[in-house]
């Protein structure tokens, strides 16, 4: 087997995309969702990681940039492999924690976003009706993650055991 050289060797690597999103949630375990102005469905605040930029970095700066908040994130809850979804390429997706928020400091955020229309606590079942079903299944295991004390590692929101399983080498 012949070897390429390492710059051809480098630049054939899989590129995936990369998002970053942060679960804020009441005491209740209703988690504040964005209504964008550019699709349908709800979010939870985050976005696409920049050229360059750590994940934890692109949670906080999309907290910011999309509500005003600036705090201190907390664990890593949710690493998610999303497939390849039409014209999105495959990608991982991390969700963070943010941590409480009341439901008066929700009802004060004003977005000064013109991509976020409005923002809203609400209840995993609610958030299953606004969000995508991945999205909804994702929130779900960062919940889990949340009360748990573990990161939970996901194929399309769905927990994986993957990560976990003996591989056996050999005959």
Not at 35 to 44: A, C, F, G, Q, V
Not at 91 to 104: K, M, P, R, S
Not at 163 to 170: K, W
């Amino acid at each position: 087997m012949e070897l390429l050289p390492f710059g051809e060797y480098a630049a054939s690597l899989n590129r995936k995309r990369t998002a970053a999103g942060v679960l804020l949630r009441d005491d209740r375990s209703r988690v504040l969702l964005v209504e964008t102005t550019y699709k349908p469905e709800w979010e939870i605040p985050g976005g696409a990681v920049e050229a360059e930029e750590t994940p934890w970095a692109t949670a906080a700066r999309e907290l910011h940039e999309e509500l005003g908040i600036t705090r201190s994130l907390g664990a890593l809850l949710v690493v998610d492999h999303v497939p390849t979804q039409g014209v999105m390429p495959e990608g991982l997706a991390f969700v963070f924690d943010g941590g409480l928020i009341t439901e008066e400091e929700a009802c004060a955020i004003e977005s000064t976003d013109p991509e976020i229309r409005s923002v809203r606590l609400c209840s995993p079942r609610e958030a299953g009706r606004l969000v995508k079903p991945t999205l909804h299944r994702r929130i779900n295991a960062a919940l889990y993650a949340v009360n748990s004390g573990e990161t939970m590692f996901c194929e399309s929101g769905s927990p994986s055991k993957a990560p976990f399983e003996t591989v056996t080498l050999g005959p």
